[in-house]
């Protein structure tokens, strides 16, 4: 195996979303629909990427992990386990629904699944905030009758973003992401979501969206206030880091170079700012699929058995998410 694995996106109307993903990164999206996520690289049953080009084109995420867990996950993976990470664009039109993300116990009590992630902030509108955690001092009982009452934005600690910040959230905090805000969001593979609020809107269909308050209630870790993002910086250094992944911020100058060696583990790569000129074995010739450019928007599967080299075309930002299997 040689080959950087590159997908194709999966796009998912959402009544929030809109058409930055189009007007940013140059795609085209399905004609007249809020597109509120771009799923990049996903191995589900209800979604499963497709690799774009080189060896394995056309075949699911899935299905390569059967036949090549070894070269891609390396040697103890088990060739029937799923990829661990779902990696999604978010593009925030309106603000999303207060939501929040079992931990791993209660997601066994209530059949679903645990989900720890992380949001980098890739453009945010002039006044847009996130919303993540209690503010301090909130008690159950308060978030209860607040709920009743329409004051619930009143319990949820908020503040303002820019460009570069990002954030861990991890299962059991109550969050939102407010209007105005384009996101990089790296999960683990879960799609379990329970909404308590969502500002009296309506969905797709001109009813109201189906709400989870006793799955919400049970769900919210009661003891966690006010959680601080990490803001936008020039240098490189770790963004996130939990039980689930690692992610490392890495600030290229135009042609410095970033090496990854073969046989450590398996990592994903997601553009941000700028681009880079892909090379394999330290080497940027022209021969695909090295010598390809990855752009903004990008995200790519570097398998455990390959090694690059990427070079930046002009300053660049890289994310680079390692630790996850």
């Given at each position: 195996?040689?080959?950087?694995?590159?997908?194709?996106?999966?796009?998912?109307?959402r009544?929030?979303?809109?058409?930055?993903l189009?007007?940013?990164?140059?795609?085209t999206?399905?004609?007249?629909r809020?597109?509120?996520e771009?799923?990049?690289?996903?191995?589900?049953p209800?979604?499963?990427?497709v690799?774009?080009?080189?060896h394995?084109?056309?075949?699911?995420?899935?299905?390569?992990?059967?036949?090549h867990?070894a070269?891609?996950?390396?040697p103890?993976?088990?060739?029937?386990?799923p990829?661990?990470i779902?990696?999604?664009?978010?593009?925030?039109?309106?603000?999303l629904?207060?939501?929040?993300?079992?931990?791993?116990?209660?997601?066994?009590?209530?059949?679903?699944?645990?989900k720890?992630?992380?949001?980098?902030?890739?453009h945010s509108?002039?006044?847009?905030h996130l919303?993540?955690?209690?503010k301090?001092?909130v008690?159950?009982?308060q978030?209860e009758?607040?709920i009743?009452?329409?004051?619930l934005?009143?319990?949820?600690?908020?503040?303002?973003?820019?460009?570069?910040?990002s954030?861990?959230?991890?299962s059991?905090?109550?969050?939102a992401?407010?209007?105005?805000n384009?996101?990089?969001?790296?999960?683990?593979n879960?799609?379990?979501?329970?909404?308590?609020y969502?500002?009296?809107?309506v969905?797709?269909?001109?009813?109201?969206?189906?709400?989870?308050?006793?799955?919400?209630?049970?769900?919210?870790?009661?003891?966690?206030?006010?959680?601080?993002?990490?803001?936008?910086?020039?240098t490189?250094?770790v963004i996130a880091?939990?039980a689930?992944?690692?992610?490392?911020?890495?600030v290229?100058?135009?042609?410095?170079?970033?090496?990854?060696?073969?046989?450590?583990?398996?990592?994903?790569?997601s553009?941000?700012?700028?681009?880079?000129?892909?090379?394999?074995?330290?080497?940027t010739?022209?021969?695909?699929?090295?010598?390809q450019?990855?752009?903004r928007?990008?995200?790519?599967?570097?398998?455990?058995a390959?090694?690059?080299?990427?070079?930046a075309?002009?300053t660049?930002i890289?994310?680079?998410?390692e630790?996850?299997?």
């Amino acid at each position: 195996m040689r080959d950087l694995l590159r997908f194709e996106p999966l796009y998912q109307e959402r009544v929030w979303g809109g058409r930055v993903l189009e007007s940013t990164f140059g795609r085209t999206l399905p004609a007249g629909r809020p597109i509120g996520e771009s799923w990049e690289i996903v191995d589900r049953p209800e979604a499963q990427s497709v690799v774009r080009a080189g060896h394995f084109a056309g075949q699911t995420l899935h299905a390569v992990l059967a036949k090549h867990a070894a070269d891609v996950m390396g040697p103890k993976w088990p060739a029937n386990r799923p990829f661990p990470i779902l990696v999604k664009w978010l593009d925030c039109r309106e603000r999303l629904s207060l939501q929040v993300h079992p931990p791993a116990a209660v997601a066994a009590e209530l059949k679903g699944e645990p989900k720890t992630e992380n949001w980098y902030i890739a453009h945010s509108a002039a006044d847009a905030h996130l919303l993540v955690g209690l503010k301090r001092g909130v008690t159950r009982p308060q978030f209860e009758h607040a709920i009743s009452d329409g004051t619930l934005e009143q319990c949820i600690h908020h503040f303002r973003v820019a460009a570069g910040d990002s954030i861990l959230v991890q299962s059991g905090q109550v969050h939102a992401i407010d209007a105005g805000n384009l996101i990089l969001e790296i999960q683990q593979n879960s799609d379990t979501t329970y909404r308590v609020y969502d500002w009296g809107r309506v969905g797709l269909d001109g009813k109201p969206r189906q709400l989870h308050i006793a799955e919400s209630l049970r769900s919210i870790l009661w003891d966690d206030f006010e959680p601080a993002p990490v803001r936008a910086a020039p240098t490189s250094g770790v963004i996130a880091d939990c039980a689930e992944f690692c992610i490392r911020r890495v600030v290229l100058g135009a042609g410095e170079r970033i090496s990854i060696s073969a046989g450590e583990q398996p990592r994903l790569l997601s553009i941000v700012s700028g681009s880079v000129r892909c090379g394999a074995d330290g080497s940027t010739g022209s021969r695909a699929p090295f010598g390809q450019a990855l752009g903004r928007g990008e995200n790519v599967l570097l398998p455990f058995a390959c090694a690059f080299t990427f070079t930046a075309e002009s300053t660049a930002i890289l994310l680079v998410t390692e630790n996850f299997t």
